[in-house]
């Protein structure tokens, strides 16, 4: 089961940052489009939170 780490009101708010598109959050290379780790960036820069399942730091083997 997948827990919600976002409220209704900071999806509609990622949805209009991600209408911008990523020239406006910094990234010069539009071709690209937005990507997982672009996404995942926003969501940190925005939010202040880590979008990873479980918002922890990944284990280092």
């Known amino acids: ?9 900071q999806w509609t708010r ?7 598109g990523p020239l406006a959050h910094g990234w010069d290379d539009e071709f690209q489009g937005w990507t ?3 996404v995942k960036l926003l969501i ?3 939010f ?5 399942p479980g918002g922890g730091c ?3 083997p």
């Open 48 to 52: 202040h939170r880590d979008a990873r």
């Open 44 to 46: 940190g820069r925005t």
């Open 36 to 38: 997982l780790k672009r």
């Open 58 to 60: 990944p284990a280092r």
């Open 1 to 9: 089961m997948s827990v919600e780490r976002l409220s209704a009101r």
């Open 14 to 20: 990622l949805e209009q940052e991600l209408r911008r």
